[in-house]
């Protein structure tokens, strides 16, 4: 089993920037893939970024190439998004997924997931 615990949502206006951190805990050494999704009221959950755990691939949703940076810490179990350049379409809570296998892009391949962290834009 593991556990994500995120932080660092907030308010941040329109063009600002924030980092999300998710820390990962207990069975964490199998672990290959962590991603990030959002959900916004009304919609569905939709994946924003994603990254090997052993390695240092990347995956990005075409909507925030450029403006999002996947990284981790692999010493602190801790996978973060920085996250420049927001925009009012952007509000969402924010969720974060490992699994020990290859997640990807698909929210169904994963098997862990944190709580959310809601991050609201200002126009």
């Known amino acids: 089993q593991v556990q994500l615990i995120e932080s660092g949502g907030g308010l941040v206006q329109a063009g600002g920037s924030l980092r999300l951190s998710c820390v990962a805990s207990?069975?964490?050494?199998?672990?290959?893939?962590m991603g990030w999704f959002r959900q916004a009221p009304g919609k569905e959950r939709e994946f924003v970024a994603a990254i090997r755990w052993k390695g240092s691939r990347a995956d990005y949703a075409d909507f925030v190439k450029g403006r999002f940076t996947i990284s981790k810490d692999n010493t602190k179990n801790t996978v973060y998004l920085q996250m420049n350049s927001l925009k009012p379409e952007d509000a969402a809570v924010y969720y974060c997924a490992a699994d020990y296998g290859l997640g990807g892009v698909d929210s169904s391949l994963y098997s862990y997931w944190g709580q959310g962290t809601q991050v609201t834009v200002s126009s």
């Open positions: 207990g069975r964490t050494s199998p672990i290959d893939s």
